[in-house]
């Protein structure tokens, strides 16, 4: 039995692989490394984590 005429795909012109070509190329080589080498904002949060953690551990002031 074969499909019916509306379940035939047509052949794709690689339209999502050019746009995403096009990305890849406009892009800097360098942002990932730039991204990673950015200084991290820390949050008052985080330092109270700090010290629960360090008192978890048994170390003292």
Do not use: C, W
């Not at 074969?2 to 995403?20: C, I, P, W, Y």
């Not at 990305?23 to 942002?31: D, I, M, N, V």
């Amino acid at each position: 039995m074969t499909k019916h005429l509306v379940d035939h795909r047509t052949a794709s012109e690689g339209g999502r692989l050019q746009n995403f070509l096009r990305l890849e190329r406009s892009q800097s080589a360098t942002a990932p490394r730039t991204l990673h080498q950015r200084p991290q904002t820390r949050s008052n949060a985080n330092s109270r984590l700090q010290h629960y953690l360090r008192i978890e551990r048994g170390e003292q002031v």
